[in-house]
């Protein structure tokens, strides 16, 4: 009877060993588990990252081809500007403006002596350096009404003025198919000096 009491006691006390030693292996089974879903879900979002990294690279790659085939865009030189002269790089225009005070007597249209000698050094600027370039002759006023003299109104005078330095710029050997006369009036002042907007510009076309 005793020797049976032994046995079951042993026997109970072996499923309990059993049962017990387990339970680290469950767990341990467990997060092994755990851990495989998540390297999965990693290993899922990385194939998509390298999906989407490939189509960007195929994406790129087809913009590179395409972008050599295209032309090379042309490079235009800027020009050095003579002295006086200044250079518009979005206009493409070398100007030089002269005060009407420098050219004219007030109110009249006629080229006084006094400033055909930089009228001479402009005609042969534009014969030296620039002989098929277009030309423009832009005659300005400012804002004062024609009282005394015989114009009609400030478009009469700058327009006129405008073709008394072109018809000197001809006469000095410039073609006349080269150059364009125009009045402006009083419409693009440069300042609030009035002085500084009586004015004829001289207008190289560079592009």
Known sequence: MKTMQW???????????????????????????QEKENLD?????????????????????SEVARLRQQPKP???????????????????TLT???ASDLLFDSGKAVVKSSAKSKLNSIASTIKQKYPNKEIGVVGHS???????????DNWELSCERALAVTRYLISQGIPAKQLAATGRSEYHPIGSNK????RVEIVVHMY
Do not use: H
Not at 41 to 60: I, M, P, W
Not at 74 to 90: F, N, R, S
């Open 74 to 92: 042309t490079v235009t030189k800027q020009p050095t500007p003579p002295e006086d002269w200044e250079w518009d790089p979005k206009k493409g």
């Open 7 to 33: 046995m079951v006691v042993l026997a109970v006390c072996g499923v309990l060993a059993v049962s017990t030693g387990c339970q680290p292996w469950q767990k341990k089974y467990e997060a092994c588990m």
């Open 195 to 198: 002085s500084q907007n009586r």
């Open 142 to 152: 400012d804002t004062d009404p024609i009282r005394k003299s015989k114009w009609k």
């Open 96 to 98: 030089q403006k002269l």
């Open 41 to 61: 879900g990693l290993f899922a979002s990385t194939q998509q990252s390298l999906q989407d990294c490939t189509a960007e690279r195929d994406r790129l790659a």
